[in-house]
């Protein structure tokens, strides 16, 4: 499977939004929209449809953060709940520990989990106003580890 690409919705109306551009930048996101579109307890869900403003913590300047997913729930109890969902690999949601040497990929290091930060914190945020739930899902979640 390629780490990225067009997935084809087979529930179109369990989909919102452009059915011709629902793009998987992963294999974990390619498994978890297969796993929304399938799953009989997904009422909804969305891939980057949601836009939330967030500083960048670098550069100070407003940027465009597009959560993977939101998916709509429904719950054993009869209630639907509605969370947003980031994929992210295990390391990138852990602060990088300080290295004497501070080669390249430690300084991008340090930028992705800030810039990761700051998004997760404007998603958080965004959730709490409209009564959602923010996750972040990473290998661990995906795979049982």
């Known amino acids: 499977m390629a780490y990225s690409g067009k997935y084809r919705v087979k529930n179109l109306k369990k989909y919102r939004g452009n059915l011709d551009n629902v793009i998987y930048r992963s294999t974990w996101e390619c498994r978890c929209m297969s796993y929304f579109d399938t799953n009989p307890h997904i009422i909804w869900w969305t891939s ?3 836009i939330i403003p967030y500083r960048d913590p670098v550069t100070g300047k407003l940027r465009r953060y597009y959560p993977d997913f939101v998916i709509c729930v429904l719950q054993a109890d009869g209630s639907k709940k509605t969370i947003m969902i980031e994929v992210k690999p295990q390391h990138q949601t852990q602060e ?3 290295q004497k040497r501070k ?3 430690y300084i991008n290091e340090v930028y992705t989990y ?3 930060q700051a998004k997760w914190k404007a998603a958080i945020e965004f959730c709490k106003d409209n ?12 795979f049982g580890k």
Do not use: R, S
């Open 114 to 116: 800030a810039v990761n």
């Open 48 to 50: 980057e449809e949601c």
């Open 131 to 142: 009564k959602w739930e923010f996750q972040v899902i990473t290998e661990n979640e995906l």
């Open 103 to 105: 080669t390249k990929k």
């Open 96 to 98: 990088p520990k300080v």
